[in-house]
């Protein structure tokens, strides 16, 4: 059992607090993603799993046992960095049979394992080469590869992606998912990159200036962000938000402001009402939910801005209010730059949150 659990875990430097009580149980086998911002504390979090940071306070517990005093070298993980740090005079199969060496493992054994994994991860025929050799990706493989073959208990990767560009970075990802399935080893991976959370991740942590904004599965988090923040960081392109006034209008309820007027189901209508009786709210709309289309009702309109044509779909941009709105539609431009256009925003998928974006409301 390779279970992580956090138990009011924090961590200052000084007097500044860069994690806040997290509390998180990361299951045997899962592929746990930390994301968020820069600076919100993901390396943190994962160099104190690795033991490279200190706890402030709380309880870090790998399996059964309590790691807050273990040392690096006997929690059984394995990190991989962002910029590999492989040696550089060494050759990619001494970069990579170097802790089992240090284990002492037979050398038999050794490249017999080095030659296994080199073959999963198609670097193969590198092994003779040196790290200036390779390319990007092939000595991101190899750094994965040295962490692979000491089939630790777990993995973790900090931003190991970021230095690749953006067709190796899908491809590398593509592989990760592969990699996860084939080994079964709990992984947490950490990363500011929304796209790469929503499909690694069986679930992932939101994280913002030391606080978990929510944790759930990639689906959970997209469907029903618990606040604005979490809506506007998972998805692309971003959730739009706007504030908007409540009214009851002949048994309905509904949200306006200038430009529209939107009327809830009644689902939303009942939940928005259990909050009490509010005034104003939050509109959270993620672009597929605005598209122009000439509807009676429940829409938008406002002048295009900009017009971004890319092929299969085509994004508009518009003012509500001070709000810059994206709006999108499948195929081929259908409104022009300058002209009243009207959006229909289907409510169905509306998020509405308090208005200062703390609380979900629906
Ligand atoms: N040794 C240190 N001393 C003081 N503050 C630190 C130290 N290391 C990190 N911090 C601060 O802790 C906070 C969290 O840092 P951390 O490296 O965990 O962020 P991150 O989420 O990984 O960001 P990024 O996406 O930029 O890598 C930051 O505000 C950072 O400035
Ligand atoms: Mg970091």
Request: net charge negative; charged share 25%; with cysteine.
């Amino acid at each position: 059992m390779a279970r992580v659990l956090f138990e009011k875990v924090t961590k200052s430097y000084g007097d500044v607090q860069v994690v806040r009580e997290f509390n998180l149980e990361i299951a045997d086998q899962e592929f746990l993603v930390l994301v968020g911002p820069s600076g919100c504390g993901k390396s943190t979090t994962l160099r104190m799993i690795a033991g490279l940071e200190e706890i402030t306070s709380g309880d870090l517990f790998i399996g059964e046992r309590r790691v807050n005093d273990i040392a690096p070298k006997d929690r059984d993980i394995a990190m991989v960095f962002q910029n590999y740090a492989l040696y550089p005079h060494m050759t990619v199969f001494d970069n990579m049979s170097f802790a089992l060496k240090l284990r002492r493992m037979p050398s038999a054994q050794i490249k017999r394992r080095v030659e296994e994994v080199a073959e999963t991860l198609g670097i193969g025929e590198l092994l003779q080469r040196k790290p200036k050799q390779l390319s990007g990706g092939q000595r991101q493989r190899v750094a994965m590869g040295r962490a692979i073959v000491r089939d630790p208990k777990v993995f973790l990767f900090d931003e190991p992606l970021s230095n690749l560009d953006a067709k190796l970075r899908v491809q590398m990802r593509v592989e990760l998912s592969r990699l996860h399935t084939r080994l079964k080893t709990t992984m947490v991976y950490v990363t500011h990159d929304q796209v790469e959370a929503m499909t690694l991740a069986d679930r992932i942590v939101v994280l913002n200036g030391g606080y978990i904004q929510q944790v759930g599965t990639p689906m959970e988090l997209y469907h029903t962000p618990a606040n604005a923040f979490v809506g506007g960081f998972i998805g692309s392109p971003s959730m739009n938000f706007f504030s908007a006034d409540v009214a009851s209008e002949g048994g309905r309820i509904t949200v306006t402001g200038d430009g529209y007027h939107l009327t809830l189901g009644d689902e939303s209508a009942a939940q928005l009402k259990a909050h009490g009786d509010l005034k104003r709210v939050m509109v959270g709309l993620r672009p597929k939910d605005i598209s122009p289309e000439a509807v009676e009702d429940n829409f938008i309109e406002s002048v295009v801005d900009v017009i971004e044509p890319m092929g299969g779909e085509t994004f508009y941009y518009f003012d509500v209010g001070e709000s810059q709105i994206v709006g999108r539609s499948e195929g081929g431009v259908s409104a022009s730059v300058g002209e009243v256009t009207r959006f229909r925003v289907d409510v169905d998928n509306i998020h509405l949150f308090s208005e200062d974006g703390e609380t979900r409301l629906n």
